[in-house]
């Protein structure tokens, strides 16, 4: 039912247009878009107004509490061997024959893989030759000496006589002079000689490829008859894990964090292949080096795992969470009342609220002025209820384990209620 200001609106409208002289048709069609919109008008100022009388705001609310609160860190990494070690080959060949597979166990000094030898075998020869051809001209160059020594000594002593000249006697102590830098020549070859020996049976012993630790195959590179070139980067072939049942998880700690995480400090944490299933770590090394990646800074920090039983294995992505504190018996409240702050236009029900025009069209909030909010604005607050008014309580706080915060100063007891959220509601 239309109100009489809308029924006296329509009839002014009505006189206006006649009072113009306005064709009937056109009149009429105004008349009815005019009503049509005063009608509409009307209904949304009713429920405007029935929400307006209807609106109670209700709060939520939790007690403060004393409890334990354990402080988390939480990383991501990898599964690492304790010791692992690439072996290659420093020279090039032809593999001859593999020795091991994948998940194979060796010791220490076991045969993994043996190169072609051919021609190393024949470097060996050659060297072997050339060392003997030094030491035959070691032993003509020492019985030069010999013959040269005897007749310089010879020719000096006819010199007493008068019997050989002075030129002679020089040319006899030249001559011997000359014979013995030739023996040391010819030891020096030798030693050249046996050094290139030495250096090619090296050679031809490196051509049998062997374990440098004891441990577990992880990786095998090579097959039978593929050619490996020792160049400047000497080539992988195998990959070796000392023990794993002794293994590292090696995480990124983000920059924020790092200041909670310690030596010593005991984690938890899973792996994909075992979603139900939690294992134990302990912190042995956290990093001062930083790890730069896409603008994001990471330290890193090495955890000690026992992997007795082979569960864990080498690569495995973990997520791993940090105990950095444990604290019993203090003072907690929720997160959400930290975050909680009461509506700008809360107010008791019933009070006026400005005109049509303003709730039609509401201007920018104003600043609040609830009661208590006096000193906090700048740090950590809770609010609580008083006569039914929300009233701001400044208070310190300590660690957090995301869903609980400590406090440490502020008026807040135990049993105290915080509010945590607000919700109209009709009466």
């Known amino acids: 039912m239309m109100s009489a200001r809308s029924v006296d609106s329509t009839d002014e409208v009505e006189r206006l247009l006649a009072a113009e002289?306005?064709?009937?048709?056109?009149?009429?069609?105004?008349?009815?878009?005019?009503v049509a919109l005063l009608v509409v008008g009307g209904g949304a100022l009713a429920l405007l107004l029935r929400s307006d009388r209807n609106a109670v705001m209700r709060f939520e609310t939790t007690e403060a509490s004393r409890g334990d609160l354990t402080v988390k860190v939480t990383a991501t990494g990898t599964l690492q061997p304790?010791?692992?070690?690439?072996?290659?080959?420093?020279?090039?060949?032809?593999?001859?024959?593999?020795e091991v597979d994948y998940n194979q166990r060796v010791?220490?000094?076991?045969?993994?893989?043996?190169?072609?030898?051919?021609?190393?075998?024949?470097?060996?020869?050659?060297?072997?030759?050339?060392?003997?051809?030094?030491?035959?001209?070691?032993?003509?160059?020492?019985?030069?000496?010999?013959?040269?020594?005897?007749?310089?000594?010879?020719?000096a002593k006819l010199a007493k006589q008068q019997l050989c000249s002075q030129e002679d006697v020089d040319t006899a102590e030249a001559a011997y002079a000359r014979a013995r830098a030739a023996e040391a020549s010819a030891r020096a070859q030798i030693s050249v000689a046996q050094a290139t020996?030495?250096?090619?049976?090296?050679?031809?012993?490196?051509?049998?490829?062997r374990a440098a630790i004891g441990g577990i195959v992880l990786k095998?590179?090579?097959?039978?008859?593929?050619?490996?070139?020792?160049?400047?980067?000497?080539p992988v072939l195998f990959q070796?894990?000392?023990?794993?049942?002794?293994?590292?998880?090696?995480?990124a700690v983000d920059e924020a964090d790092v200041g909670q995480v310690a030596e010593g400090q005991h984690a938890t944490f899973t792996v994909d292949a075992y979603p139900n299933r939690t294992f134990d770590a302990v912190i042995t090394q956290v990093r001062f080096a930083p790890e730069t990646v896409e603008g994001v800074v990471t330290y890193g920090a090495v955890m000690s795992v026992d992997n007795a039983d082979l569960a864990l294995r080498p690569g495995m992505t973990a997520t791993a969470e940090i105990v950095s504190q444990k604290l019993s018996d203090v003072l907690v409240v929720p997160n959400a009342a930290l975050r909680f702050s009461p509506p700008a236009s809360e107010k008791p029900a019933g009070r006026?609220?400005?005109?049509?025009?303003?709730?039609?069209?509401?201007?920018?909030?104003?600043?609040?002025?609830?009661?208590g909010t006096s000193g906090a604005e700048?740090?950590?607050?809770?609010?609580?209820?008083?006569?039914?008014?929300?009233?701001?309580?400044?208070?310190?706080?300590?660690?957090?384990?995301?869903?609980?915060?400590?406090?440490?100063?502020?008026?807040?007891?135990?049993?105290?209620?915080?509010?945590?959220?607000?919700?109209?509601?009709?009466?």
């Not at 002289?21 to 005019?34: D, S, T």
């Not at 020869?125 to 030069?144: M, Y």
């Open 21 to 34: 002289g306005a064709p009937q048709g056109r009149r009429r069609r105004l008349l009815w878009l005019l």
């Open 82 to 98: 304790v010791n692992q070690v690439d072996v290659g080959t420093e020279i090039s060949g032809t593999i001859e024959s593999v």
């Open 107 to 155: 010791s220490a000094g076991d045969v993994l893989a043996r190169l072609n030898t051919d021609r190393l075998r024949a470097l060996v020869v050659q060297a072997r030759a050339s060392l003997e051809s030094a030491n035959a001209k070691l032993r003509e160059a020492q019985a030069t000496v010999s013959e040269t020594r005897v007749r310089a000594a010879r020719c």
């Open 197 to 209: 020996l030495d250096a090619q049976q090296t050679d031809l012993g490196k051509a049998v490829i």
């Open 220 to 234: 095998r590179e090579i097959e039978p008859g593929q050619t490996v070139a020792a160049t400047l980067q000497t």
């Open 240 to 251: 070796l894990a000392e023990n794993l049942a002794q293994m590292e998880l090696h995480v």
């Open 352 to 371: 006026a609220r400005g005109s049509l025009f303003s709730r039609l069209l509401p201007r920018p909030r104003s600043p609040r002025t609830e009661k």
């Open 378 to 427: 700048h740090g950590h607050r809770v609010w609580t209820l008083e006569q039914g008014d929300p009233v701001a309580l400044p208070v310190e706080i300590g660690p957090t384990d995301g869903l609980v915060t400590q406090l440490v100063g502020g008026a807040v007891t135990p049993g105290m209620p915080m509010l945590v959220d607000v919700a109209p509601t009709g009466r």
